[in-house]
């Protein structure tokens, strides 16, 4: 097998299905053996350089994707995120290096807007709390919140929000948005007001964000953002930890700002810096936590991984991927 073909797989749970399509297409595949808990992200650019050295494609979860570690691989030519982000992958660099990064459009919708759904029921309704609760022995019943004809605030109408609101219609909820002018006739259609993002916060009994991280969407959710939401209300998150001020949402869960949030992202994630306060978050009453899961789902991960791997296929072929899931070409 020439190494032109080796496809180097650094992310967990990658199925058979998925490496069946790449082998058929004449790829050698190698999927790395990380240590248990550990992820490509923890890999160093060292680590990664190695573990890449001869591959022409990269099917990677949330491993940093510098400009140094894609300099050292003048084989590699594609990079196909298994994911929807890809703050993590240095496009420019991608581009000047004639390099395709792809990312698994379509995928993860249903397994993360079910996730931000799920975050938003049992942070409402209390259930970590009131189950830690019971286990030592305190049966109290804690009141909740419905989400039933709440207000509902979407950051972000992009595939994994038009997949919330869905859902949402079945609790009757009145939903607002923030979100770019391509979402206008979606928002038409569904009865969603769009507004900017004070009023969706000063509004909004649920705040739920799925936004990508950008320069401008930065620590959106800063401690003056969240000073301007009820004292009821609950934020989620299931995009990426850095849209959000994790210390200024500590001090505000703390003190009574808002009422709770449910989390599946965190700054400590890209800064191990913030470990700390990820801990502090995670530990109390009012926060319901996972660890980066909302797409971690048996069908997620498939829908994810056959995507990616069709993507790695494509262009090694010499074809173009699907538009929506191409978001760096530089092919020329």
Same mark, same amino acid.
């Given at each position: 097998?020439?190494? !032109?073909? #080796?496809?180097? *797989? !650094?992310?967990?749970?990658?199925?058979?299905?998925?490496?069946?399509?790449?082998?058929?297409?004449?790829?050698?595949?190698?999927?790395?053996? @990380?240590?248990?808990?550990?992820? /490509?992200?923890?890999?160093?650019?060292?680590?990664? %350089?190695?573990?890449?050295?001869?591959?022409?494609?990269? $099917?990677?979860?949330?491993?940093?994707?510098?400009?140094?570690?894609?300099?050292? @691989?003048?084989?590699?030519?594609?990079?196909?995120?298994?994911?929807?982000?890809?703050?993590?992958?240095?496009?420019?660099?991608?581009?000047?290096?004639?390099?395709?990064? +792809? $990312?698994? =459009?379509?995928?993860?919708?249903?397994?993360?807007?079910?996730?931000?759904?799920?975050?938003?029921?049992?942070?409402?309704?209390?259930?970590?709390?009131?189950?830690?609760?019971?286990?030592?022995?305190?049966? =109290?019943?804690?009141?909740?919140? /419905?989400?039933? #004809?709440?207000?509902?605030?979407?950051?972000?109408?992009?595939? $994994?929000?038009?997949?919330?609101?869905?859902?949402?219609?079945?609790?009757?909820?009145?939903?607002?948005?923030?979100?770019?002018?391509?979402?206008?006739?979606?928002?038409?259609?569904?009865?969603?007001?769009?507004?900017?993002?004070?009023?969706?916060?000063?509004?909004?009994?649920?705040?739920?964000?799925?936004?990508?991280?950008?320069?401008?969407?930065?620590?959106?959710?800063?401690?003056?953002?969240?000073?301007?939401?009820?004292?009821?209300?609950?934020?989620?998150?299931?995009? #990426?930890?850095?849209?959000?001020?994790? #210390?200024?949402?500590?001090?505000?869960?703390?003190?009574?700002? %808002?009422?709770?949030?449910?989390?599946?992202?965190?700054?400590?994630?890209?800064?191990?810096?913030?470990?700390? *306060?990820? /801990?502090?978050? %995670?530990?109390?009453?009012?926060?319901?936590?996972?660890?980066?899961?909302?797409? !971690?789902?048996?069908?997620?991960?498939?829908?994810?991984?056959?995507? =990616? =791997?069709? +993507?790695?296929?494509?262009?090694?072929?010499?074809?173009?991927?699907?538009?929506? +899931?191409?978001?760096?070409?530089?092919?020329?």
């Amino acid at each position: 097998m020439s190494a !032109s073909k #080796r496809v180097v *797989v !650094s992310q967990r749970f990658f199925d058979a299905e998925a490496r069946d399509l790449l082998e058929a297409a004449g790829c050698e595949v190698v999927e790395a053996e @990380l240590p248990p808990g550990q992820a /490509d992200g923890g890999l160093s650019p060292e680590a990664l %350089i190695e573990l890449l050295d001869g591959a022409a494609g990269w $099917i990677v979860g949330q491993a940093h994707v510098t400009r140094e570690v894609q300099s050292a @691989l003048p084989d590699l030519q594609v990079i196909s995120r298994r994911g929807v982000g890809y703050d993590r992958v240095d496009l420019e660099a991608a581009r000047d290096l004639g390099k395709v990064v +792809c $990312i698994a =459009a379509g995928g993860n919708d249903a397994a993360v807007a079910d996730h931000t759904l799920a975050l938003m029921l049992a942070a409402g309704h209390r259930l970590p709390e009131t189950q830690n609760r019971m286990k030592s022995g305190d049966w =109290a019943i804690l009141q909740g919140m /419905d989400l039933t #004809r709440k207000t509902v605030g979407i950051i972000g109408l992009g595939r $994994i929000g038009r997949s919330l609101v869905q859902r949402l219609r079945g609790f009757e909820c009145e939903i607002l948005a923030l979100s770019s002018p391509s979402a206008e006739t979606f928002a038409a259609d569904h009865g969603i007001e769009r507004v900017e993002l004070d009023a969706l916060l000063t509004r909004s009994d649920y705040v739920t964000l799925h936004a990508p991280l950008k320069d401008a969407t930065r620590m959106m959710i800063d401690e003056a953002a969240l000073a301007r939401m009820k004292n009821t209300a609950i934020l989620v998150n299931t995009a #990426r930890g850095g849209l959000v001020d994790d #210390r200024a949402l500590l001090r505000a869960l703390k003190d009574g700002t %808002i009422a709770a949030a449910g989390l599946d992202v965190f700054q400590s994630e890209s800064d191990p810096g913030y470990r700390p *306060v990820t /801990d502090e978050l %995670i530990a109390l009453p009012n926060v319901v936590a996972t660890p980066h899961a909302g797409a !971690s789902t048996r069908e997620g991960l498939a829908r994810t991984n056959k995507v =990616a =791997a069709g +993507c790695v296929v494509d262009v090694l072929a010499g074809r173009t991927p699907p538009e929506q +899931c191409v978001v760096a070409d530089g092919r020329g």
